[in-house]
């Protein structure tokens, strides 16, 4: 089941449960240092200083990326189903798929149709999917059989000045693309007569599962790095028990190059990126999920860095050789 693509020590692997994710602590866990804190909380101090890529309109147009991912998370997942004048076609007979493999080339074109960069299909590998949810529901994914996942490109325009908050607005727009991208796969395929649910961050881990549908390779940066745009992609997936034809990557999960290039580590600022040669089992922190032979990023230090800086950062992304983004200040995305 393309566990030949990672060394996995067997002994120590467990499904990771969400509630050891920093996004779900925040909301559920009152040991965390940043529990119920935003990482916007200290922009009206940014502010005061007035300093490039933390302006008003930055700010602006950052949460203003955000806002359909936000609506998308709270909708219930039932309520989304059911959405649409056909109801999901739920009276209709399943569609016949002759040959699962033209169904998989139908699938890509769909996904390209809604805005898919770039698209792979690989069996369910149950040891990706979350144990639990962040409130600590189990997850079952057992009635479906395929993740198609989807990357799209994140939009080169507002980087290159990370950690601005100008750059970091292609962040939040990718995350608006997911959510449209995502759900109207999805919902073509109920059309259809099959189950499909939509995933962004939640259900299970995207990357290796990326890696899987055959979209890239592991990095050092803790990232999927793609030959078409490095680690510049956010990802998302769609479940479904479709008969399609999975990819199938061969070799190593594990970006080769990152045994001799470090500047991903050495470009972030609070070291959260591991120097060592050669990938191991060593864990960095509690946060990481343990078993898996590959450089572990340490996530707690990145997510301080964010808090202090009032949003996200992708430094290391845009110090990635395979990303191709060329450095330059925040005016110049503003053209001012
Ligand atoms: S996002 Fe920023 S803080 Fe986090 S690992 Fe990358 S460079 Fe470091
Ligand atoms: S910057 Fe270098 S070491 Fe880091 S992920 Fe990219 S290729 Fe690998």
Known sequence: MGNALFEIDEKVYRRYDWRKQLFCRTDMDPSFEHYKQEVYERMEEYLKENKEGYERIDYALNMAAWKLYEMFKHIPRDELHNMGIFHSGDNLPPYEVEDPKEMSKIIKKVASFFGASLTGIARINEKWIYSNDCQGNPIDVKDYKYVIVMAIEMNPEPMGSSPSVTTACS??????????????????????????????????????????????????????????????????????????????????????????????????????????????????????????????????????????????????????????????????????
């Open 171 to 336: 962040t939040a727009i990718g995350y608006a693309k997911l959510s449209f991208l995502a759900i109207h796969v999805a919902q073509f395929i109920r059309y259809l007569g099959y189950k499909a649910i939509e995933s962004i961050n939640d259900t299970g881990l995207s990357i290796p599962m990326a890696i899987e549908a055959g979209l890239g390779k592991l990095g050092r940066i803790g990232l999927l790095v793609t030959p078409q745009f490095g680690s510049r992609v956010q990802l998302c997936k769609v479940f479904t028990d479709l008969p399609l034809e999975p990819d199938n990557p061969q070799g190593s999960g594990i970006l080769d190059a990152c045994k001799k290039c470090k500047l991903c580590a050495i470009a972030c600022e609070v070291g959260a990126i591991s120097f060592d040669d050669e990938p191991s089992f060593k864990v960095q922190s509690p946060t990481n999920n343990p078993g898996v032979k590959k450089w572990y990023i340490n996530p707690e230090k990145c997510y301080n860095f964010w808090y202090e800086n009032t949003t996200d950062c992708s430094t290391c992304i845009e110090a990635c050789p395979y990303s191709r983004v060329k450095k330059k200040n925040p005016h110049e995305f503003w053209g001012l």
